[in-house]
């Protein structure tokens, strides 16, 4: 029972980053209905960008944290423009396609331009862990959920009581009658692409101190998120917080009790459970049609 | 105000309008009527924009507007309000009606026309904090016609306005948008299947059938025609 703090940190510390990733696919979804399957390859952009100002410009990653939100954003209108746009209102199939292309060609991107060498961004506090009441954590993953946390509770905030994530969500909720607004549809759709775009790339600015960068680091980070999403309700935010928690808890609690190498196993298995039980989500009585709730 | 002219549209190779007709004129309060899948609320979706015409042209207020975007139609003075009211459920009343006036010509005024909407239809103050999806289908009517009126109109359309709806519901929305008509000067065009009561709410009526406009004149002269039996209760019923 000692490691029950360490348990209960280490879930929340893990699940942080994990929430922001899963909000921003989420939240993509919900008012594109467009699964983004190229997300990790933002993240794994957004982990490069944080490797490359360290090595370069000796950036702190959490300074790189501030002007990556402006450059993911910005990464994620013109990919809309150019690659989302014109296939946003054609058939799945024809979206599964462009987006798992985008990310096969981001991954092969970066290996011709980065290779597949594992890079590392050594802070001089890489190695500082606290300890607090038994439990031990790492000054690096302390900082990334406190900054994740705080960008997903803004991104919450913003999408409830600001104008633009009102008229947001009435896209997600009804298109034609949000056009008959006035609502250029065709431009919340650019804006929230690029915002789940900026929060990825956040998250893989904040992951960037604490694990490999490589071309293909996305993947790891964003099986989860889609495990989280569809477990939280796909489109719905707060479903997608509350299922990356407890995801990272399964991964946790897991790998200390049997083994780290099953850690996959075990929540892809709680994953499988859970749609056996509740196909819609945990929290998906309303089916998909949840963002805006 | 509107003029419809020789509207063709197709939905692929189906083609669901046949050089449709239509026109408002100031003031007026007109009906479409028609039987099921005669094309009605495609030539409604075709004005707003939310369809593009194969041919024909739609001219609102002196321009031409076929092909535009449907949200550049709001701007110019255009309101639709789709069949089933279509509110966006998880907003609240208030919400709903205030993204109405997203339209730059109508947000500066917002305050000001919220006001005067909440005077025709007390419902959107009354029930302003609840989510939309949770009121009846009456309420729901009524804030979609508020939430149109938001965006300070000349012309409001209203697919199918009593769909649903208890009589006396219904008889209540017949009186407000006369009143609409009266009080803010706002030219009215609704679909209705039922021809004694949309014919005695309008001026004038078109009949659509099979996506072409095959009939048009005052309320009290459709009122009257054979050829209107004809289509709605069929040849036998005379």
């Given at each position: 029972?000692?490691?029950?703090?360490?348990?209960?940190?280490s879930?929340?510390?893990?699940?942080?980053?994990?929430?922001?990733?899963?909000?921003?696919?989420?939240?993509?979804?919900?008012?594109l209905?467009?699964?983004?399957?190229?997300?990790?390859?933002?993240?794994?952009?957004?982990?490069?960008?944080?490797?490359?100002?360290?090595?370069?410009?000796?950036?702190?990653?959490?300074?790189?944290?501030?002007?990556?939100?402006?450059?993911?954003f910005?990464?994620?209108?013109?990919?809309?423009?150019?690659?989302?746009?014109?296939?946003?209102?054609?058939?799945?199939?024809?979206?599964?396609?462009?987006?798992?292309?985008?990310?096969?060609?981001?991954?092969?991107?970066?290996?011709?331009?980065?290779?597949?060498?594992?890079?590392?961004?050594?802070?001089?506090?890489?190695?500082?862990?606290?300890?607090?009441?038994?439990a031990?954590?790492?000054?690096?993953?302390?900082?990334?959920?406190?900054?994740?946390?705080?960008?997903?509770?803004?991104?919450?905030?913003?999408?409830?009581?600001?104008?633009?994530?009102?008229?947001?969500?009435?896209?997600?909720?009804?298109?034609?009658?949000?056009?008959l607004?006035?609502?250029?549809?065709?431009?919340?759709?650019?804006?929230?692409?690029?915002?789940?775009?900026?929060?990825?790339?956040?998250?893989?600015?904040?992951?960037?101190?604490?694990?490999?960068?490589?071309?293909?680091?996305?993947?790891?980070?964003?099986?989860?998120a889609?495990?989280?999403?569809?477990l939280?309700?796909?489109?719905?935010?707060?479903?997608?917080?509350?299922?990356?928690?407890?995801?990272?808890?399964?991964?946790?609690?897991?790998?200390?009790?049997?083994?780290?190498?099953?850690?996959?196993?075990?929540?892809l298995?709680?994953?499988?459970?859970?749609?056996?039980?509740?196909p819609?989500?945990?929290f998906?009585?309303?089916?998909?049609?949840?963002?805006?709730? | 105000?509107?003029?419809?002219?020789?509207?063709d549209?197709?939905?692929?190779?189906?083609?669901?309008?046949?050089?449709?007709?239509?026109?408002?004129?100031?003031?007026?309060?007109?009906?479409?009527?028609?039987?099921?899948?005669?094309?009605?609320?495609?030539?409604?979706?075709?004005?707003?924009?939310?369809?593009?015409?194969?041919?024909?042209?739609?001219?609102?207020?002196?321009?031409?507007?076929?092909?535009?975007?449907?949200?550049?139609?709001?701007?110019?003075?255009?309101?639709?309000?789709?069949?089933?009211r279509?509110?966006?459920?998880?907003?609240?009343?208030?919400?709903?009606?205030?993204?109405?006036s997203?339209?730059?010509?109508?947000?500066?005024?917002?305050?000001?026309?919220?006001?005067?909407?909440e005077?025709?239809?007390?419902?959107?103050?009354v029930?302003?904090?609840?989510?939309?999806?949770?009121?009846?289908?009456?309420?729901?009517?009524?804030?979609?016609?508020?939430?149109?009126?938001?965006?300070?109109?000349?012309?409001?359309?209203?697919?199918?306005?009593?769909?649903?709806?208890?009589?006396?519901?219904?008889?209540?929305?017949?009186?407000?948008?006369?009143?609409?008509?009266?009080?803010?000067?706002?030219?009215?065009?609704?679909?209705e299947?039922?021809?004694?009561?949309?014919?005695?709410?309008?001026?004038?009526?078109?009949?659509?059938?099979?996506?072409?406009?095959?009939?048009?004149?005052?309320?009290?002269?459709?009122?009257?025609?054979?050829?209107?039996?004809?289509?709605?209760?069929?040849?036998?019923?005379?």
């Amino acid at each position: 029972m000692t490691a029950l703090p360490q348990l209960i940190v280490s879930t929340l510390l893990l699940g942080g980053v994990y929430a922001l990733i899963a909000v921003g696919l989420t939240l993509i979804f919900g008012v594109l209905r467009v699964v983004n399957f190229a997300h990790g390859e933002f993240l794994m952009l957004g982990m490069y960008l944080a490797f490359w100002a360290f090595a370069l410009l000796h950036f702190d990653p959490y300074l790189t944290l501030v002007v990556s939100l402006p450059i993911s954003f910005a990464v994620g209108w013109a990919s809309y423009r150019g690659v989302m746009r014109p296939i946003v209102h054609a058939s799945h199939n024809v979206q599964v396609f462009t987006t798992v292309g985008l990310s096969i060609a981001l991954q092969n991107l970066a290996l011709v331009l980065f290779t597949a060498d594992a890079r590392f961004v050594r802070t001089d506090y890489y190695a500082v862990v606290v300890r607090i009441a038994g439990a031990a954590f790492n000054v690096a993953q302390i900082v990334a959920f406190a900054i994740a946390v705080a960008l997903t509770a803004g991104l919450f905030t913003f999408m409830r009581w600001s104008y633009t994530g009102k008229v947001m969500r009435a896209t997600a909720q009804d298109r034609d009658a949000s056009a008959l607004m006035g609502i250029d549809t065709d431009r919340v759709y650019a804006i929230t692409w690029a915002v789940g775009i900026a929060c990825v790339g956040a998250a893989g600015v904040l992951l960037a101190p604490i694990y490999p960068v490589y071309p293909t680091a996305g993947l790891q980070f964003v099986l989860i998120a889609y495990v989280a999403v569809v477990l939280g309700g796909l489109g719905d935010m707060a479903g997608a917080l509350i299922a990356a928690l407890a995801v990272a808890a399964v991964e946790v609690v897991g790998s200390y009790t049997i083994g780290t190498a099953w850690k996959e196993v075990l929540y892809l298995l709680l994953f499988i459970g859970i749609l056996v039980v509740r196909p819609a989500g945990l929290f998906g009585q309303r089916g998909a049609e949840a963002l805006g709730a | 105000m509107l003029t419809v002219e020789g509207l063709d549209v197709a939905y692929g190779d189906f083609q669901v309008l046949w050089g449709a007709e239509l026109r408002v004129d100031e003031g007026e309060i007109v009906c479409v009527l028609g039987p099921n899948g005669a094309g009605k609320s495609t030539l409604m979706n075709t004005i707003s924009g939310l369809v593009k015409p194969r041919a024909g042209r739609v001219t609102f207020l002196d321009q031409r507007v076929d092909g535009l975007p449907a949200h550049r139609s709001a701007g110019h003075g255009l309101a639709h309000v789709l069949e089933r009211r279509r509110l966006f459920p998880f907003l609240t009343v208030l919400d709903n009606v205030l993204l109405g006036s997203h339209n730059p010509r109508a947000r500066s005024h917002r305050a000001e026309t919220l006001e005067r909407v909440e005077a025709l239809f007390p419902v959107v103050r009354v029930r302003r904090a609840q989510l939309a999806h949770t009121l009846s289908g009456g309420e729901q009517q009524m804030v979609a016609i508020a939430r149109g009126l938001m965006a300070r109109p000349r012309l409001l359309m209203v697919d199918e306005p009593f769909l649903g709806l208890a009589p006396q519901v219904a008889r209540d929305i017949g009186l407000l948008l006369r009143r609409i008509r009266e009080e803010e000067g706002i030219s009215v065009v609704f679909i209705e299947q039922n021809v004694e009561v949309a014919l005695r709410l309008a001026d004038r009526g078109y009949v659509l059938e099979s996506g072409r406009t095959i009939l048009s004149g005052p309320s009290a002269e459709l009122l009257r025609s054979s050829e209107v039996k004809r289509i709605f209760l069929g040849d036998v019923a005379l």
